[in-house]
């Protein structure tokens, strides 16, 4: 079988066997987070605490523990590990938020309208310089290589992904590169690291390597989709941020491509800025409905997951195999 054609499962798939197989290490990993964000400056577990608390899925962590689970690791190195992938996310959403401008994350206030942009910032550094404090504890150069090499595609990620904003003629595969690197990247990382510490060969390596790195693709395309298919309630974030901040999303670009010339000249000006009111974005619903492109891109998102299952078919059936394939049809057919 193929990657492209591996069935969902007919139930629908949850995140509950991955939570269920990571459930006591994420009891060890959520006591470093806790320790490791306090500070003598009350401000900072304060903000940190914000968004940490706020209700996010730890998925990242979790795929850590998971796969040094699914590779038979019995030691204890990977919570400090999972504990810095998840600042190293925190850290990053923090950033993000301020140049978004986002007033929602995870269905409350974002950190930025709450401390204002200045703390946001710093508190975010700090999250990165504790990230890297239990790397350099960990005592591992390839687990600082791998890590450290994740924080500097995150970046370059996002600056491709600002310097991309309202242009127009973004194609699929330019986005696909922003989002490898925005978001899988550290979607690979946080997988490999579980066949790191359990001094496994390249080929294991590289295969969870590569779960995660498709797995993180999947995620994001249906992220895209999600802005443009669900109300804000349900996906934590207002409803057309990324309309309203001309980000060129896979249903955008599927919508453009496929449209008319008059709707081309929607999309043009709506992408540069000039057409954002709650009429235009409703608009902008009504083409992506017309031409499917919020089921494209969860087509897309399918072919990733696929990918991401096949990715450790080289390692024996059991839990951990089976609830992180579960994890990769749970991030396609989620709806927040």
Same mark, same amino acid.
């Given at each position: 079988?193929?990657?492209?054609?591996?069935?969902?499962?007919?139930?629908?798939?949850?995140? *509950?066997?991955?939570? @269920?197989?990571?459930?006591?290490? =994420?009891?060890?990993?959520?006591?470093?987070? &806790?320790?490791? =964000?306090?500070?003598?400056?009350?401000?900072?577990?304060?903000? @940190?605490?914000?968004?940490? +608390?706020?209700?996010?899925? !730890?998925?990242?962590? =979790?795929?850590?523990?998971?796969?040094?689970?699914?590779?038979?690791?019995?030691?204890?190195?990977?919570?400090?590990?999972?504990?810095?992938?998840?600042?190293?996310?925190?850290?990053?959403?923090?950033?993000?938020?301020? #140049?978004?401008?986002?007033?929602?994350?995870?269905?409350? @206030?974002?950190?930025?309208?709450?401390?204002?942009?200045?703390?946001?910032?710093?508190?975010?550094? $700090?999250?990165? +310089? !504790? /990230?890297?404090?239990?790397?350099?504890?960990?005592?591992?150069?390839?687990? &600082?290589?791998?890590?450290?090499?994740? +924080?500097?595609?995150?970046?370059?990620?996002? #600056? +491709?992904?600002?310097?991309?904003?309202?242009?127009?003629?973004?194609?699929?595969? !330019?986005?696909?590169?922003?989002?490898?690197?925005?978001?899988?990247?550290? $979607?690979?990382?946080?997988?490999?690291?579980?066949?790191?510490?359990?001094?496994?060969?390249?080929?294991?390596?590289?295969?969870?390597?590569?779960?995660?790195?498709?797995?993180?693709?999947?995620?994001?395309?249906? *992220?895209?989709?999600?802005?443009?298919?669900?109300?804000?309630?349900?996906?934590?974030?207002?409803?057309?941020?990324?309309?309203?901040?001309?980000?060129?999303?896979?249903?955008?670009?599927?919508?453009?491509?496929?449209?008319?010339?008059?709707?081309?000249?929607?999309?043009? /000006?709506?992408?540069?800025?000039?057409?954002?009111?709650?009429?235009?974005?409703?608009?902008?619903?009504?083409?992506?409905?017309?031409?499917?492109? #919020?089921? /494209?891109?969860?087509?897309? @998102?399918?072919?990733?997951?696929?990918?991401?299952?096949?990715?450790?078919?080289?390692?024996?059936?059991?839990?951990?195999?089976?609830?992180?394939?579960?994890?990769?049809?749970?991030?396609?057919?989620?709806?927040?």
């Amino acid at each position: 079988m193929t990657a492209d054609v591996v069935p969902l499962p007919r139930r629908r798939p949850t995140l *509950d066997p991955m939570l @269920a197989l990571t459930a006591h290490g =994420m009891n060890a990993v959520n006591a470093v987070i &806790l320790e490791r =964000m306090q500070s003598d400056i009350p401000l900072i577990p304060r903000l @940190a605490g914000h968004l940490i +608390s706020g209700g996010g899925k !730890r998925l990242r962590p =979790m795929l850590t523990l998971a796969g040094a689970e699914l590779v038979g690791y019995q030691g204890a190195r990977h919570h400090k590990l999972a504990a810095a992938v998840e600042f190293i996310h925190t850290a990053t959403l923090l950033h993000d938020d301020v #140049v978004d401008g986002s007033e929602l994350r995870r269905g409350k @206030a974002a950190a930025n309208i709450i401390f204002g942009n200045p703390a946001t910032v710093l508190v975010g550094d $700090f999250l990165f +310089s !504790r /990230a890297f404090e239990l790397m350099t504890e960990d005592g591992s150069l390839k687990v &600082l290589k791998i890590l450290s090499g994740a +924080s500097a595609i995150i970046a370059e990620g996002e #600056v +491709s992904q600002l310097t991309a904003q309202r242009q127009i003629e973004t194609s699929e595969e !330019r986005y696909l590169q922003i989002i490898g690197a925005k978001t899988a990247a550290l $979607f690979a990382a946080a997988s490999r690291i579980g066949a790191v510490v359990a001094e496994c060969g390249e080929r294991e390596e590289q295969a969870l390597d590569d779960y995660g790195r498709n797995l993180g693709v999947a995620f994001q395309l249906v *992220d895209d989709a999600i802005d443009y298919d669900s109300d804000a309630a349900e996906m934590g974030k207002d409803r057309g941020d990324d309309f309203r901040e001309g980000k060129m999303t896979l249903p955008v670009i599927f919508a453009y491509s496929r449209g008319t010339p008059e709707e081309r000249k929607f999309w043009q /000006a709506a992408i540069a800025g000039h057409r954002t009111s709650d009429d235009d974005l409703a608009e902008a619903i009504a083409l992506i409905g017309k031409y499917d492109a #919020v089921e /494209a891109t969860r087509d897309r @998102a399918r072919h990733f997951a696929a990918r991401a299952v096949d990715a450790i078919s080289i390692f024996p059936d059991g839990k951990a195999r089976a609830a992180m394939a579960e994890a990769a049809h749970f991030a396609v057919a989620r709806g927040y």
